[in-house]
Structure formats: structure tokens, C-alpha cells
């Protein structure tokens, strides 16, 4: 590399190349490349949904260095075949059960090409006017299929800096590690991280009683309560924190509370679910993962915030290459100021594709849909006395495992949870290298479980039946062999 | 909303319904929007660069809720011309010369369409082992081309978290605002944050003589040195700070040097161009936007850091249900230890179909095309006498304004930096206004100045002398009426 000159290299630089944005290549590989997904989303069940390869496959296949001359698309995309497609888990495969869903979807494709195509960079009003106010737009219209309250004024949280070693954070055990990495970023010393016990018998809720303990002994120690992160819909089994008693509690501490939805709010939009967030408008915030279960493509993360007024205060900046007259005008949203970064994607364009090509009665539809396959599921489950359902299932997740009793008696020293959990983990990695299906797992107060989560796009009946007859035949397999 | 019921919510879910993911559906639509968006670019002149709509304008044409029903992608697009590109500014126009570019291309387009269309959540290897592995080997393929050195140890930066207080971190003025805001975001009290003033003698770069002021006073005043900012490329002017001396006062007291080259790093892949970052071995961490200069959308920022193991000590998680075989063998990279959120998009998919659908060859054309533009642009600046370069041209940005001495005389009492100011803040106003092009401007030490960046993918020559004519009758017309 180098070493080498092309004609190109050597050229003036304005007109031996083709424009990296020809509109006439431009539509010729986009063509090629709509065939190939569409090929691929109709073959994906020939693939195994995990992929089978070993660490280091690719730089085995792959040059060493960048090419020096131009590659034809249709070499790229058989390379695509060949070589990236095995080292792909395809999480769009309707046998994908693991984890929480990425659900793709025709729409959310759409709006991510329309947002690629566009391709501004939306930090303030006047860097694409559109991308801003469609933004605001379709954030309301999903907080109004929510039923969430509208903004109102509050007292804005006045903590003073030297303070920052003080300030304590507060959620359950079961809350996402995502918080616990925020806090620490934020400058929380972790030693201020409370991570409050959860019990099976209350489905790994929050307690409110436990909340106010854990804040009163450290009010007594000179600390100062800064924020609850509450969630609705668990990584691990999808329990839901009690958000009326929880904000009552942190009301009287002053508290910022935060309710994380990011994968059970979807279901929130159909009425006979939205009890789960029924407490809400006593929150500061609350998020929803609409890449997780709504069907738009990854990322879009849906935030809500009662007084934006604080956040501004505390992520905007002002440089001077950035001023114009629309932003000082205060009749503009820039939202460079709402989040981390400068730089913003496009996202709502997504949203906005998805709620219309689909309506609420269609995305209803989907969601319910995934619910009645998980309630099938459930019922396959509860019928096959070797099994159990660990927990409550509450939405599109059925936590499970076989329970320590279907196991053969060996003596009475054995500890029988312990024995169910190896069992349940040999069964999850028998099930996966198989490569059929793909499941993950969690492990909640000692109990090893199966987490079969559904959600990919492309689940039907059939995939779920044949998922359970996969996880029945290899649990025959190994009870005749213990 | 809620209060109607349509034959699909009365349905069963399961079989009314036409699959969000049909893969018909998909072929069907996608081609559409391929027309769609290739339409677009070919008629992309037709409109006003900078958007011409009034706050509020979408509310105004939009419905107040979410569709009910399903509407057809027909509709939808034509919402998208009607409502929407009004309200876009045209970042891939070929006269759009503002802020810095959003170089958008054929591949990276196609890029983007392939990760979208996996939508895997690339978090730990085993979610999608091409996802990490194709990012390793790509991110080291443009290490190569930018000819950074290969990772070593480094001792670990030891402070105790309670000296969180008295952490400092050191830039120059120029460098871009999004550092004093992760700086604070991160726990560092914002009155530890030096800007060091830089001068327009030194075309705004930084001083390493002021630097290792600055330093020592603080550590005389019980403060810590953390860490330092240097930019290769500023926003305001493209200054470039001098990285090997100040790489040498940085190492004498044990701090952590980034390089911020988001920008101007792209150019570095040309021989030509490689000495802006000499020194770079001696810093701890190099950044570069792919998605300003480098033809890959939105977003795509590659960071190099020296030894990753500090940042991964810092930033790994690992709860119970992320946990798989994989990354317990430690042959694997999980990348969601290097960065704050846990969900990660196939970024890696962009940036190897740019790299390898231009080569390195093309890619060198490209950049070099655009600076080659820029001089003309200088050229044409410098040969009339009224305007002025006002600091070095090193890369695709020229930054100019109509000089202080081509303002008709007034009297001596006259502040002629001054109304020079307002002269060419009212230029840059009207040039905007008018929608032909899009320029933006800077304020470095008290001088107002237009930039023009060069870099939208469509842009050529014809379209810089028409940019350079609508700046001289904007100044014609306002000289008159003086």
C-alpha cells in the first residue's frame, strides 16, 4: 500500500472518477442491494440462527490491508455471502428467541434509507428544520398512543457540586447494567450505587418499603437521594417495579425518578396492557427502546422528559459556529442540547414511517400477536409436567426451565437446585450449537432459567411449536442418558 | 384514538395481517425509495440549500395523532416530497459548503442498507461475531492508511476517585465545545477545565509554552493533570495544534493525550497530508469522523486508543444474562466495553464498502479533489483585493471575509474591525437567505469570518466558481448601497 499508483492516483482528481454519489450508480447497486436483503430475509431460515463460527474467522478470509483500486459492488456483496453472513446471528430470524427482540420491519427499513439517503447532521433547528420538528411530532404521537402526561413545570433538582461524592442512585437488582455505567460516567462514586434486593415472591419487583429504607439510612449518613431509575419490563425476566408507591416514596426525597421501558412500553400502546405504567405522570422521564419490540431498525431510543428544562441546563452549549438567528429566536428545539453527542441521525423519520405504514390498530396487532404466541408457549410449557414457568410472564417472554423434580433422585446430599441449574445451562448450550433456535439465558436469586423471548418480525405459530419440540427432544435426549 | 376497531384489531393476530417483514413487501417498497432517494439527488439543485421554512411549519401541515390505519408507502413518499424536503437542509447539495461536510456516497449508502438490513445488536462477539470481527479489521485497515502506530502498554493513570475534585483537563480555545461537555458530564468540575488561548500569530494552534503554563500552576495549586485535547483540524478555522511538544509536556506529567482529527483526519490518508499528524505515537487515544469527510453516513466516529485494557476497565459490565462461553475464552473482543451504551449498529459494514468500493487510490482522489477545489476558492479569494484568507488554508476549508480596508471610510473614530464584522455577518445572512448556497461562519479572536468547507460528494469545480459569484454580487450590491 503505497507503493502503487493507479491512473486514477495520477489523475487531475475532478473527472476520471464516477461521483462517490452518482445518482445513476446510486439506483443501479441500491437495486442490487434491495434484491440481495430481500433474498436473504427469504432464505433466513436456511441459515443457523446462531452463528457457528470460531473467534478469528475473518481476518482468516479477509485482506490484511485496505485495497488499493476500486472492487466491483457485485464482488463485495458475494463476499458478503461467503464470508459476513456465517459470522451473522440473525436476529431477524424468526427462530430468533434470545435476548430481547430487534425487530425489524419493511417501514423501518424505509425511514432508515429516507434518513441515510437525506443524510443531515440535525443538532439544532436550522441544520434541517424537518428533522427537529418531525422529530417532536412523532414522539407525541407515541406518548399519546402511551397515555403519558404532558410536560409541566418543576422544581428544578439544586444539588451543588462539591456535593457530587454524596449523591446516591437507587434501583432494584434486576435493573438493567446499563444504569449502574451511566452513574459511574456521571462521576457517582459506585460505592453510592444501590442495587436493592428483589424476592421471587414479590417477581422481582421493586419493594417500595425497601426503597424507603435504603434512602433513609443513607439520609441519616449524611447523603443525598439524587435519582430512581424504576423499570417496567426486566432484562432478565421482565418484571415490572410498582411505579405509583415508588414515585410516592421518592416525592418526598425530592428525587429525579426515571422509568425505563425500553422493551415492555411497545406493549403499553394496546389498552389492556397499559396498567403496567399506570403511575407514570409521577416520573421525570421515562424511555422506550423503539428499535427493541417496535419494529423500527437499530437505534431509536424514545425519550420523554417532564421538564426539559434541566436537562438543557445541563448538556447545552453555545459555541459561537454554531449560533443563527432561528435558535435565538427561543421559537426553535435544538436537540443537540437534550443528549450527549452534537452530532444526530435522522431517527424520526423511522418512527414516523412506522406509525403510519402500520397505524396503532396494525402495531397492536403485531404486539398482541407476540404476546398470544408466548401465552401458546407458556401453555406448551405448563403442560409438560417436567417443566416450569419461573416467573409471571407478562408479555412476550416466558421464563422457564425444567424443574429440579423431573430430574432422577441420586441421593439426599444433593443439592437439587444446584443440580436443575447445570442441567438448564448444559440444555441452553446443547440447544443453541445446534443452531435451529436461539435462546438466552438469566439466573435470578440462584435459579438458572430460559429466557424465550419473542419478537423477531418474521415469528410465526409454526416457528414457536417447533422451537418447544426442539427443546423437548434434546431434554429426552438428555434424561435418557443421565 | 382508541375508539375505533378495524377488521385487524378484531382479528386473531396471527394471519390477517401481511408480515412487517415480508420479504415481497420489502423488494416491493425498497425499490421505490431506491427511485426515490436517486430522484432526489438528480434533482437536488432544484431547491434552496438551507431551508426556507418558518418555525413551526410541520405542525401546521401534519395530523395531530397517529394514523389508526395503515396508509400505503404511496402516500407517505409523497408526504416526504411535500412536507418534508422543505423543511430539509441539503447537506449532500453540491452547494452546501457549511459547517463541515456529511460526505454521503454510493457505498456507504449501501453500507448502511446491509447493516440495517441484519439490524444485529453487536454488543458482545457471540450476538454477531462479523459484527466485531469485520470492525477490528477495518478500523486497523484505515489505521494503515493513516499510518498510526500499533498498540503498546502503557502504565494505567492512577487517581483516586476522591480526588474527582481536583482532576483538570486542557484543550485550546479552538477545540470543539463537545470536550467541555463530556468533561463535565464525566464528573470534571467545569471551572477545572482550561481553554488555553491561542493567538492568530500561531494560526490558532496550541502553544505548548502555554500549555506547560497552565500546568504547572495548577499542580503548585494542588490540582491534577488528567488529561489533554489536541485537535488536528478545529472546527472555527481548521487550526492545527502542534502534537509532538505537546505530546512531550503531556508525558512529563503522566496525562492522557487524544487526538481529535474528526475532521481533517480523513486527509491524512494522502502521503501529502500525513505530517499533520506526526507525533501521533505519543498520544493515548486518535479520533476521526468517517461520516464528516471520509463518504461514510451518519454516524460513523473511528477511535484508536493506545491500550485498550484502561478503557475497558473503566467502561466493562457483565451481568448474568449477557454472559456466554465466547467472551469467558477471552479470544474475543466485545466491544460494548469500549463505549458508553451497551446496543451497538454494524457501523463496520459502512466503512468496509467504502474502503473497498473506492480503494484506497480513489479515496486519495476524492479528498484531494476537494482541497484542490478549496485553493481555487483561495485563489479566488486572494486575487480580489477587497477580501481577504484570513487564517491558512491546510485542508478543504477556506476561511475568508471582505476586509476592514475595502469599507468605505467613515471617520477616524470608526472601530473598523468592528463594522468589517457586521459588514460580513450581514453577507453571510443574505448569501443564506437567498438559498443558492450554504456557507456558515466562525468568531476567532474578535474577527468575523465566512468558511467555506468543501466536501458534499456532489460538488465539483462549476459548482465552487458559482458559489464564489454569488459572493461577489452579494458584495457588489451591499458596497453600493453603503
Chains 1, 2 share one sequence.
Request: charged share 20%; with cysteine.
Amino acid at each position: 500500500m503505497g507503493s502503487l499508483a493507479s491512473f486514477n492516483e495520477l489523475g487531475n482528481g475532478f473527472s476520471n472518477n464516477v461521483n462517490p454519489l452518482d445518482p445513476d450508480e446510486f439506483r443501479r447497486q441500491g437495486h442490487m442491494v434491495i434484491d440481495f436483503l430481500a433474498d436473504y430475509y427469504q432464505n433466513i431460515e436456511k441459515y443457523p440462527v446462531l452463528s457457528q463460527v470460531e473467534p478469528g474467522y475473518l481476518a482468516k478470509r479477509l485482506p490484511t490491508t485496505a485495497p488499493y483500486v476500486a472492487e466491483p459492488v457485485e464482488a463485495i456483496l458475494q463476499d458478503v455471502q461467503q464470508h459476513i453472513i456465517p459470522g451473522i446471528t440473525h436476529w431477524q430470524s424468526p427462530n430468533y428467541f434470545a435476548y430481547f427482540p430487534s425487530s425489524g420491519s419493511v417501514a423501518g427499513f424505509l425511514g432508515e434509507m429516507l434518513s441515510t439517503g437525506f443524510n443531515v447532521v440535525g443538532f439544532n433547528w436550522i441544520s434541517s428544520p424537518a428533522a427537529t420538528e418531525l422529530e417532536s411530532i412523532v414522539v407525541d404521537w407515541l406518548g399519546q398512543m402511551l397515555d403519558l402526561p404532558p410536560a409541566r413545570d418543576r422544581m428544578l433538582l439544586k444539588v451543588g457540586r462539591e456535593n457530587i461524592g454524596k449523591l446516591v442512585v437507587y434501583a432494584s437488582d434486576q435493573t438493567h447494567s446499563a444504569l449502574a455505567k451511566a452513574a459511574k460516567i456521571a462521576g457517582i462514586d459506585p460505592k453510592n450505587f444501590r442495587a436493592i434486593k428483589t424476592k421471587r415472591s414479590a417477581a422481582f419487583g421493586l419493594s417500595p418499603e425497601s426503597l424507603r429504607h435504603a434512602i433513609s439510612t443513607d439520609v441519616k449518613a449524611g447523603l443525598i437521594p439524587l435519582y430512581l431509575c424504576a423499570t417496567i419490563g426486566t432484562t432478565s425476566t421482565t418484571a415490572v417495579d410498582p411505579l405509583i408507591p415508588l414515585c410516592d416514596v421518592a416525592k418526598e426525597y425530592g428525587m429525579w425518578v426515571h422509568v425505563d421501558a425500553a422493551y415492555a412500553g411497545s406493549a403499553c400502546i394496546c389498552p389492556e396492557f397499559r396498567h403496567f405504567i399506570d403511575g407514570v405522570e409521577g416520573a421525570d422521564s421515562f424511555s422506550l427502546n423503539a428499535h427493541k419490540w417496535f419494529f423500527t431498525t437499530l437505534d431509536c431510543c424514545c425519550m420523554w422528559v417532564k421538564d426539559p428544562s434541566s436537562l438543557i441546563k445541563s448538556l447545552s452549549t453555545n459555541p459561537e459556529y454554531l449560533r443563527n438567528k432561528a435558535s435565538e429566536s427561543n421559537q426553535v428545539v435544538d436537540y443537540k442540547d437534550w443528549q450527549i453527542t452534537l452530532s444526530r441521525r435522522f431517527r424520526a423519520m423511522k418512527l414516523w414511517l412506522v406509525l403510519r405504514s402500520y397505524g396503532v390498530a396494525n402495531l397492536r396487532n403485531f404486539l398482541r400477536s407476540h404476546v398470544k404466541m408466548a401465552k401458546r408457549f407458556e401453555q406448551l410449557v405448563i403442560t409438560d409436567n417436567r417443566f416450569e414457568v419461573v416467573v409471571p410472564r407478562y408479555f412476550a417472554m416466558v421464563c422457564f426451565r425444567v424443574s429440579p423434580s423431573a430430574l432422577p433422585f441420586r441421593n439426599a446430599d444433593d443439592d437439587n437446585e444446584m443440580r436443575a441449574n447445570e442441567f438448564n445451562r448444559k440444555l441452553l448450550e446443547t440447544v443453541n450449537a445446534e443452531g435451529r433456535i436461539y435462546v438466552t439465558h438469566a439466573q435470578v436469586d440462584g435459579i438458572y432459567m430460559i429466557r424465550f423471548a419473542i419478537g423477531a418480525s418474521l415469528t410465526e405459530d409454526k416457528h414457536v411449536l417447533m422451537a418447544w419440540k426442539v427443546v423437548q427432544e434434546t431434554v429426552d435426549a438428555m434424561l435418557n442418558t443421565l
